[in-house]
């Protein structure tokens, strides 16, 4: 063989080992990053850290500037983009497609990987490039495991400039594989961490609601265990006034804070065609009068991107509405919607086992009191009994006539005011119980009796304590123990003086039970002339009175008033130093 043509033979072999040699090496190299990437992918355990790490590895191992990984929404049947590499936000954000549309929604359709050279002229697309891309070419494939597609991977701009090969395809869809399965697994281990999360939270406000003193704790508890569970920072809860026809906002919290300093007035009333819709729980027609009244009361941001209304049905019967909205999150899927459905429903059904135990217990407070009274109506009656007897013997003793006809025109007005009293307790529906702001009716009551305290020289001071919870009193009467109080005060004061109105939230006050309750404490501190300790033992009998023209009526009522309300008064007095009357309001 002459020897030019050795040295060719041996050039040409040269040449193709080389050939040979990069094609091992870039087989070595895909293969390697293949082992890397599934090495990475059994190693995350977040499905968005996992998301973005295959969108990563993709475009490392094909050597592409942009990639794109969209995972298919069952419910809406979209394609959105879930992780992304040399996109704009805007695009990551508003991109959506159907199957079937587009390059990605046409890989989703037909289940088969995608290899475009020219998206130009391909007569299945036949578009005008768009500007992100520098190069007409791209690739596409399906994230399918167990005969489900999950979504799809593309990606575009390769690195050389040149366009995708067979082989990258080839390549892509090996990596695309090991992804899915990678995503279906993180996704059934998250989908089941979510449900043991969202278990847990069930069972928590469950216990918790049926344990706390007050609805206002327990609906405090069922909002923050909703946004243990979805990315929602406004939560309201409004009760159903059926005699009123009107729903009045009791509950709200605004970016885990509560805002129940300014709920007090807050109601919307409703037509029968509104009525009926929340009964159906068809929430929508309501939504939008929900969402924009909150925002005119200033309580929910105009921010606001999703806004949703519950209704609160309690064996088919309405108890209220509660609203729910994100600054940050578009919507709730179905399952989330139906989750927060049963949380609300399971609490507001405990809750109403609750309340109706609390109204029985009120029923045998009232009762009790009641019995008081009728025990009490005893004594004009035995004393009436008694003078009648004796006059049946004395008839003729003018003088013992006229003064046993007053004496029994005397207990005729006390048996009448006992009547009156024992009507006003014998009946739970007659107290208007519902959730207060106690600092409002202080605020009312001293108003009330501002022209007095200007005309005696009275400075009054008021030491409110802050985020104090609701209670639950009827208004017009906690108003005439405040009035009564204050009243008390100001004629004890002579020639000028002060009147302290203080509230706590304290821990040291038994209930029925003998068990430590919070409760409200309300004290109202004067400067006067003080009680003297043979009079202060009994300030609270019925009739006892030292002033020249009281009644002895006031306290005695106030303190059955407040056994009514399962709450307590008591008093402390310095002689000619002053007194101080506190009132204790179960929270």
């Known amino acids: 063989m002459p020897q030019k043509t050795k040295k060719k033979t041996s050039a040409d072999l040269l040449i193709r080992l080389r050939k ?17 990437a599934s090495q990475l992918m059994i190693s995350l355990q977040s499905l968005d850290q996992l998301l973005e790490g295959v969108t990563r590895l993709a475009a490392d191992v094909i050597g592409a500037k942009t990639a794109s990984l969209m995972l298919l929404d069952e419910e809406t049947n979209e394609l959105t983009i879930a992780a992304a590499i040399g996109l704009d936000e805007k695009t990551i954000q508003t991109v959506r497609m159907r199957i079937g549309e587009s390059i990605s929604g046409y890989v989703v359709e037909y289940g088969k990987p995608l290899l475009v050279k ?5 007569q299945r697309f036949r578009r005008r490039n768009r500007e992100r891309y520098e190069t007409k070419s791209l690739v596409s494939v399906p994230l399918a495991t167990k005969g489900k597609i999950l979504g799809v991977l593309n ?3 390769k690195r050389s400039g040149e366009p995708f090969t067979a082989s990258d395809l080839r390549l892509l869809t090996s990596f695309a ?14 989908q089941n961490r979510r449900k043991i999360q969202e278990l847990t939270v069930l069972y928590d406000i469950a216990r918790k609601v049926s344990t706390v003193d007050g609805i206002a704790k327990a609906v405090e508890n069922v ?13 309201f809860w ?6 009123y026809r009107r729903l009045s906002l009791a509950f709200a919290m605004n970016e885990g804070r509560s805002i129940s300093q300014w709920l007090e007035g807050r109601e919307i009333y409703l037509t029968d065609e509104q009525i009926g819709w929340l009964q159906k729980e068809k929430t929508e027609h309501v939504n939008q009068r929900m969402k924009e009244t909150l925002i005119d009361w200033q309580l929910c941001s105009p921010e606001v991107k999703f806004f949703k209304s519950f209704s609160i049905l309690v064996r088919g019967k309405l108890h209220g509405l509660f609203c729910t909205g994100s600054t940050t999150l578009e919507g709730l899927s179905a399952s989330e919607v139906q989750l927060i459905s049963i949380i609300i429903s399971q609490a507001a059904a405990i809750y109403e086992q609750i309340a109706a135990l609390s109204s029985a217990t009120q029923v045998m407070t009232m009762s009790k009191v009641a019995s008081e009274i009728a025990h009490d109506l005893r004594h004009p009656l035995t004393n009436i009994k008694g003078i009648l007897q004796v006059l049946e013997n004395k008839w003729y003793d003018e003088e ?6 007053q004496t029994i025109h005397q207990e005729i007005y006390r048996l009448t005011d006992l009547t009156k009293e024992l009507v006003r307790f014998s009946s739970p529906q007659r107290f208007q119980v519902k959730y207060r702001d106690i600092h409002r009716i202080l605020d009312h009551a001293l108003d009330l009796v501002k022209h007095e305290l200007q005309d005696n020289q009275i400075e009054i001071t008021r030491q409110y304590g802050t985020d104090l919870p609701f209670v639950p009193v009827d208004e017009s009467e906690m108003l005439e123990i405040f009035l009564n109080l204050l009243l008390n005060s100001i004629e004890s004061i002579q020639g000028g003086g002060q009147i302290t109105v203080n509230t706590e939230l304290v821990n040291s006050v038994k209930d029925e039970s003998g068990a430590f309750k919070n409760h409200l404490r309300i004290d109202v501190i004067d400067s006067g002339q003080g009680i003297e300790p043979e009079h202060r033992d009994r300030v609270f009998e019925r009739y006892y009175t030292t002033k020249k023209n009281g009644t002895g009526l006031g306290l005695s009522i106030a303190r059955r008033i407040l056994a009514a309300h399962r709450g307590q008064i008591e008093v402390h007095s310095v002689p000619r130093k002053g007194s101080t009357f506190t009132v204790y309001l179960p929270v």
């Open 20 to 36: 040979r040699n990069t094609q091992l090496g870039k087989r070595l190299r895909e293969l390697n990053s293949l082992y890397k």
């Open 118 to 122: 020219n998206v130009e002229t391909d």
């Open 155 to 157: 990606l575009n701009n």
């Open 177 to 190: 594989a090991q992804a899915a399965v990678a995503v279906d697994n993180v996704r059934l281990m998250e």
């Open 223 to 235: 909002f923050r265990g909703i946004g243990r569970i979805v990315d929602v920072d406004h939560c």
């Open 238 to 243: 409004f009760l159903w006034e059926e005699p």
């Open 400 to 405: 013992f006539c006229k003064e046993s006809l």
